[in-house]
T-cell receptor, first 111, second 113 residues
Framework: DQQVKQNSPSLSVQEGRISILNCDYT??????FLWYKKYPAEGPTFLIS?????DKNEDGRFTVFLNKSAKHLSLHIVPSQPGDSAVYFC??????????FGTGTSLTVIP | DAGVIQSPRHEVTEMGQEVTLRCKPI?????LFWYRQTMMRGLELLIY????????DSGMPEDRFSAKMPNASFSTLKIQPSEPRDSAVYFC???????????FGEGSRLTVL
């Protein structure tokens, strides 16, 4: 009973193109969402977040979109770079309580 | 500044043995989290502390798992007795005010034979 789901375990994208990573959630009480990036043999690092009062948040090449009615968020990376190759986790919380993570999507950016 | 420090990085043990994983959070952080990463479930929250007090341990899988935080700079996660299905990477993370911006350690990879 995963409350946060990342249905694509892997994604391959050509360098310079857009990478779109998707995440779905089931708990309508979630009000804060985050994306984390993880390289092999390292811990996840925070990438970008969005509050439920917004539908978009942008930080450089990274943009997160939130569709509350669909309980869906996505991370767009434009343009994709080889250094973006990593596992990306989305996470969600309700009222500042514990954060629920998805299973991750492994992104490979092909030079 | 030092990040979250976990030890050991790798642990190989036999079924039935006791395993202790250690974590030193970032100084000044008031929240500490223990996560377990598996392929099937991703990052699962096991337990978290606020100001050294356990807040939610509902993610601890069984009584074989226990966690302590005797002071603001140290926490342990203990598995006794360990079983092969406990094999996973265990992460410790800390944050200030539970903003969601967790700072993770490099993880402890546990293999139980």
């Amino acid at each position: 009973d995963q409350q946060v789901k990342q249905n694509s375990p892997s994604l391959s994208v050509q360098e310079g193109r857009i990478s779109i990573l998707n995440c779905d959630y089931t708990n309508s009480m979630f009000d804060y969402f985050l994306w984390y990036k993880k390289y092999p043999a390292e811990g996840p690092t925070f990438l970008i977040s969005i509050s439920s009062i917004k539908d978009k948040n942008e930080d450089g090449r990274f943009t997160v979109f939130l569709n509350k009615s669909a309980k869906h968020l996505s991370l767009h990376i434009v343009p994709s770079q080889p250094g973006d190759s990593a596992v990306y986790f989305c996470a969600a919380s309700a009222f500042g309580n514990q954060f629920y993570f998805g299973t991750g999507t492994s992104l490979t950016v092909i030079p | 500044d030092a990040g979250v420090i976990q030890s050991p990085r790798h642990e190989v043990t036999e079924m039935g043995q006791e395993v202790t994983l250690r974590c030193k959070p970032i100084s000044g952080h008031d929240y500490l989290f223990w996560y377990r990463q598996t392929m099937m479930r991703g990052l699962e929250l096991l337990i978290y502390f606020n100001n050294n007090v356990p807040i939610d341990d509902s993610g601890m899988p069984e009584d074989r798992f226990s966690a302590k935080m005797p002071n603001a700079s140290f926490s342990t996660l203990k598995i006794q007795p360990s079983e092969p299905r406990d094999s996973a990477v265990y992460f410790c993370a800390s944050s200030f005010r539970n903003t969601g911006e967790l700072f993770f350690g490099e993880g402890s990879r546990l293999t139980v034979l």
